[in-house]
Every structure is written in C-alpha cells, then in structure tokens.
C-alpha cells in the first residue's frame, strides 16, 4: 500500500484550506471526524456515489486537513489535529459549535 500524502500544512494557503471546508460534505466529513476520531471510508453516510467522496476526501487530504491509514483492505480518516490546531488555533471547536450550536 502506498504512503498516504501529507502535505506540510504550515505552507497551505488560507484559501485552499477554507475552499476545501467551503463545500457542505467536505465540512460534514470534518465535523464529523471531530466527534469520532477515526472513521473507516465507508462509515461517513451520504448518497453521493463512492467515487464522489472519493474524491472529497481526497480534497481534504491535499490541503492537509485529513489523513488515511490503511488497514488491511480498509482505509481510516482521522483529523491532522495536532497540525491544524497550531496553523489554525479554534478551528475545530469552531466548527463543532457550528454543528452543535448553544
């Protein structure tokens, strides 16, 4: 199995990080990934086509917010947390307040 990519997200423009979160199923994948950590590819529920999320988390994992492991013929996201809390600091309590709001 190859290397999962990982861009240094240090260097990321703002921009390409923000249009990556600016599409409704990319941001549902994130807020999703901050309430449980690790998800296999097939837990994230959407009736979009399997080659379509493909291509969302793909999107996430070139600007540098998400990363995949491989597990036997399976593959698990989690969050770079500790990456995008130093480049971003709230982000992610940011947008899980979103999802969750007061």
């Known amino acids: 199995m190859k290397a999962s990519y990982r861009p240094d997200l240090k260097r990321m423009p703002l921009s390409s ?3 990556a979160l ?3 199923v990319r941001l549902k994948i ?4 901050i309430e449980q950590n690790e998800i296999s590819c097939g837990e994230c529920k959407s009736p979009l086509s399997k080659s ?3 291509h ?3 999107v ?3 600007v540098g917010l998400i990363q995949r ?6 593959h698990y996201l989690s969050l770079r947390r500790a990456e995008i809390d130093r480049r971003l600091p709230g982000l992610l309590e940011a947008l899980q307040r979103a999802t969750h709001p007061l």
């Not at 994130?30 to 990934?33: D, N």
């Not at 492991?69 to 399976?74: A, H, L, P, V």
Request: glycine residues 12%; hydrophobic residues 30%; charged residues 15%.
């Open 17 to 19: 990080l923000f249009y």
């Open 22 to 24: 600016g599409d409704p």
């Open 30 to 33: 994130v807020q999703t990934l």
């Open 52 to 54: 379509t999320m493909s």
């Open 56 to 58: 969302h988390f793909k």
């Open 60 to 62: 996430l994992q070139q």
């Open 69 to 74: 492991r491989g597990e036997g013929t399976s």
